[in-house]
């Protein structure tokens, strides 16, 4: 039976771009002292996982700052959270409206 992807389906019925960043499990503390919520990855027990919806504005926004020619999933931690959080950014999944997945590793 094929994995559901509950969270494409999230994306489509809410209309946001969400954006899964998992981040080290060492720097957990960084995490709380600047306040997001976040909580352990289902696929990798050594990251945590943080969700940032984007509306479309947000989005374009977001997209202006990072090139996907030439980013990776450190500039895209970096870019949604900050540079330190950025470093130990170890992958990031972007589920957009319209049912696409991107993901940086």
Not at 22 to 50: M, P, R
Not at 71 to 79: F, K, S
Not at 86 to 95: A, D, L, N, R
Request: glycine share 6%; aromatic share 10%; hydrophobic share 30%.
């Amino acid at each position: 039976m094929p994995h559901k992807d509950t969270h494409r389906d999230e994306a489509r019925q809410s209309g946001t771009y969400d954006v899964y960043i998992e981040i080290d499990c060492d720097c957990q503390e960084l995490l709380d002292a600047v306040g997001l919520d976040y909580e352990l990855s289902k696929d990798d027990d050594t990251q945590n996982e943080v969700c940032i919806s984007l509306d479309a504005g947000e989005w374009e926004d977001f997209q202006a700052d990072a090139n996907f020619n030439y980013t990776n999933e450190q500039d895209i931690g970096a870019i949604l959270l900050n540079a330190e959080l950025g470093e130990y950014t170890t992958k990031v999944t972007i589920y957009k409206p319209n049912g696409d997945k991107v993901t940086f590793e």
